[in-house]
């Protein structure tokens, strides 16, 4: 779908969403795209949206595709604000590029990442996908930190996020890299995993910058 | 224990050279011992060598000079000890490399023998611990992995000397290894250019550049010796331009890459029966620093220790080698065989007077402090071996964090109760300077070292447990709280723990045996001459009167301040020169009934507080320099008066008596 058709999509959508009415004149003149007349003319033939009495509604078909970009853009600005610590003008910007490149699939895997959140850093809520419906029954993200572990747990290592890069090597020598398996032997009054044959002894600190995956 | 002759060495140094190298506690000192017939120390725990070890050797009918380096994880130096290791690979001209390697750790070991193929080193791999690796259910294809890297590779159990004889065979015909990791173009294109750059070296340019793009600072000073400025300039530009490619560190990205490689060669030729670890060696473990039963495996063990030391050696082997054997035997026949022979009151006085040679000094070394530390060191070095000590280490690092220091810091502070001497040297296994000056002015300050601990203990347990507790709250207390001012005071960072913990192993009686006489050994040659000077320096001063106007002037200090008689001051004069000789002293002063409970424990506080004995004095110096080994006396000395002199003060304020 070309990503100005997204951008109506969503603009109607949240518009709805919010529960205020999408004038066609208030769509024209708000949508941050060019042309936008001529985009809706080809999105009421392609069967997404259909205009009555001047207000916009949103055809199933678009409904579902609206929902997926607004979903899309709110998750992207969860990742990009709260986990990789970017700047608000910075995240806006880049999450607007993600809400039209991510696949069904990333989008899940972000959304299952991050725990399913509920809302994104505005407060908006995110609409919720497959992952999170099964999230009901199996309470259980998928990238946990060794902190949140229990010992004798088994997982394999996703990735690590350390402060210092003397800390990464230090922990790479020993074996511990992304994809190694680990077993948490125990989280007081120190933290020891096994990784192979070898134990390894690390502070709290440490532990909670290892993001793990269980098996 | 370190003393080589220089001569020795640089006879040695004209000899081919055979280096072992492999990752912390897998057994290259022992290989070292089997192959020198020399007797280094053997733990159970990371980091038991710190020095490079060298000995001669007779292998295969030719003489060769043996280097025994510190353990490393990787050659690119991340800790002072590694750096050690790394440096002798590149300055050394040595011929021959056998690679020591934890077998059931394969993948970890290969990381080592990936980067010796990079340095295009000729070398052999010794597959030692290889008992461990059949208990668990491993196998290794031993063939496939020699051809896979292009070397010989033997199975060893080197504590039972199995293989040890094919790998002496080996020596003779090293080859190099054929593999070859190959990196992402953006760094194998930084390697293609540093390469012309760097000057002819012992190891290959590749991994030189390698080690460089890692941003190895510790190269620094070689770099400068050998590389012109421009091309140095020319380097960091490379580095950094090979940098701007990745968001992780150049080393990271480059260790995972090597990594991924030992991992594939693994995988082919390791087949594992997925055994669960357990059994009752991997349970006493776990329990060692089970955070609820860790505690009393703890007490238990210092009881155990106190009982064996304390009671055993202190009490039993004291009172018989003392009051039997020299107070009823040598003493009264040296005393009788000396005036009969020797017809000079002044010698006479000089070998068996009241600070006589054979009547003080050798009757306080033999007689008092030999069992003490003979069975102190029995007892720690069936901990060191069992792997305890690390799992120490894991059960105090959140109190170590309040005193600026990790876990790590106490395996030098347990050491410390062997002898501090070698306890400062084992500091360099601590990450970061501020752990090394913190930890040594620990040890110099408080931690008691075995001889002297044995005579603490015995006085003590002759007044009462309750005298015991008080010292030891004191000597703790104020460990904790100069750790945790001193923190505050020097600067620099928290650093990490993260620490290997060792399997826990079955002590071998024979490796206890050798290590125990080793430090014997060690003992007598140190510490008895010093006694024989200390001796020598009293009778001097007492015959030249001095000793009395050194008494008189140390009066407003020892007798006022800390309430003790006179004669104390003889004790920490001695103590100068050794702290157990001066504990010896204050010994001597109890049982001639000179000093009261209050007075006992007063004085051994201040002891135990006391300067570093000159050896560890000196070792300090030797680590961290003439200028902290100043401001470190500086503050121990008044110090340890002011604690004796205000612990003097409460307890006869509040009129305690024990």
Known sequence: MEKNVEEILEYIWTLKDRDETPHLDRVLKEVQVDNAADYIDGMVKDNLIEVKNEVVYLTEVGDVAGRGVVRRCRLAEWLLSNVFELDQKEWESTACEFEHILSEEATDSICTFLGHPPVCPHGEPIPDGDCCRKFTTEIKPLVLTVTELMPGDRCRVVFMTPKHHDRLDRLSSLGLVPGAEIKLHQKQPTYVIDVGETSIAIDYDIAREIFVKKI | ?658
């Open chain 2, 1 to 658: 224990m370190h003393a080589h002759g220089k001569k020795q060495e640089k006879k040695n140094d004209q000899l081919p050279k055979i280096l072992l190298i492999g990752n912390p506690n897998v057994g290259k000192s022992v290989i070292f011992g089997y192959l020198t017939g020399r007797y280094v120390t053997v733990s159970n725990y990371p980091g038991t060598t710190v020095e490079v070890s060298r000995g001669k050797a007779l292998v295969n009918g030719k003489s060769y000079s043996i280097l025994d380096t510190p353990g490393v994880n990787s050659l690119l130096p991340m800790s002072e000890d590694e750096e050690v290791t790394r440096n002798i690979l590149l300055t050394e001209k040595q011929e021959r490399v056998v690679q020591v390697a934890d077998a059931k750790n394969l993948k970890r070991s290969l990381l080592i023998s990936l980067q010796l193929a990079e340095m295009g080193l000729p070398f052999l791999i010794a597959l030692n611990l290889y008992d461990e690796v059949t208990s668990r259910g491993i196998k290794i294809d031993i063939g496939k992995l020699s051809s896979t890297l292009g070397v010989d590779v033997m199975s060893t159990v080197a504590t039972r000397r199995e293989g040890l004889d094919k790998v002496e065979e080996g020596i003779e015909s090293l080859k190099q290894s054929v593999c070859n990791v190959k990196y992402d173009e953006e760094i194998e294109k930084g390697i293609r250019e540093m390469e012309p750059l760097l000057p002819r070296a012992n190891i290959s340019g590749r991994s030189i550049a390698l080690m460089l793009l890692a941003g190895d600072e510790t190269l620094t000073g070689w770099l400068h010796d050998n590389v012109s400025n421009e091309n140095i300039n020319k380097i960091e530009e490379i580095r950094r331009k090979v940098c701007t490619s990745y968001r992780q560190s150049l080393g990271y990205v480059i260790n995972r890459r090597r990594l991924a490689e030992a991992e594939r060669i693994t995988d082919d030729v390791y087949s594992t029966s997925k055994k669960e670890r357990s059994g009752f060696s991997h349970f006493l473990g776990s329990m060692m620093m089970h955070p609820l039963w860790g505690i009393p495996f703890l007490l238990v063990t210092l009881y155990l220790l106190y009982l064996f030391v304390g009671d055993f050696g202190a009490g039993i082997s004291v009172d018989f080698l003392e009051t039997e054997l020299f107070g009823r035997f040598i003493n009264p026949w040296a005393t009788k065989l000396v005036h009969t022979i020797i017809p000079f009151e002044i010698l006479q006085d000089l070998l068996v007077g009241e600070y006589g040679l054979i009547t003080m000094a050798l009757s306080y070394a033999v007689a008092i402090v030999f069992p003490i530390v003979g069975t102190f060191f029995i007892a720690f070095s069936i901990l060191e071996d069992s792997g305890y000590l690390p799992r120490l280490a894991v059960m105090v690092n959140k109190i170590f964090r309040l005193m600026g220091l990790n876990g790590k810091a106490v395996l030098p502070m347990v050491l410390g109760l062997g002898c501090d001497t070698m306890a400062t040297l084992t500091t360099r296994i601590l990450d970061g300077k501020k752990d090394r000056v913190i930890v040594t002015l620990l040890l110099a300050l408080g931690v008691p070292c075995s001889a002297q601990l044995g005579v603490i203990l015995g006085m003590l347990g002759g007044i009462s447990f309750s005298a015991f507790v008080v010292w030891a709250a004191v000597i703790l207390g104020v460990l904790f709280l100069v750790g945790f001012l001193a923190s505050k005071v020097i600067k620099g960072d928290a650093t990490d723990f993260i620490y290997e913990l060792p399997p826990i192993r079955i002590p071998q009686a024979k490796n206890i045996f050798f290590k125990t006489i080793a430090r014997i050994d060690w003992y007598l040659r140190e510490a008895v001459p010093l006694f024989i000077l200390g001796t020598f320096v009293l009778f001097t001063l007492d015959k030249l009167n001095i000793l009395k106007v050194i008494e008189a002037a140390a009066s407003p200090v020892v007798v006022t301040l800390l309430g003790l008689p006179p004669k104390a001051a003889e004790a920490f004069l001695i103590g100068f020169l050794r702290r157990d000789y001066g504990a010896a002293g204050l010994y001597a002063l109890q049982k001639d009934g000179l000093m009261d409970p209050v007075q006992i424990v007063v004085s051994l506080v201040t002891m135990t507080l006391f300067i570093p004995c000159i050896a560890n004095l000196f070792m300090v110096i030797k680590e961290r320099g003439l200028m902290v080994a100043v401001w470190m006396t500086a503050f121990i000395l008044p110090f340890a008066i002011m604690v004796g002199g205000l612990l003097n003060f409460i307890l006869r304020i509040t009129g305690a008596s024990f």
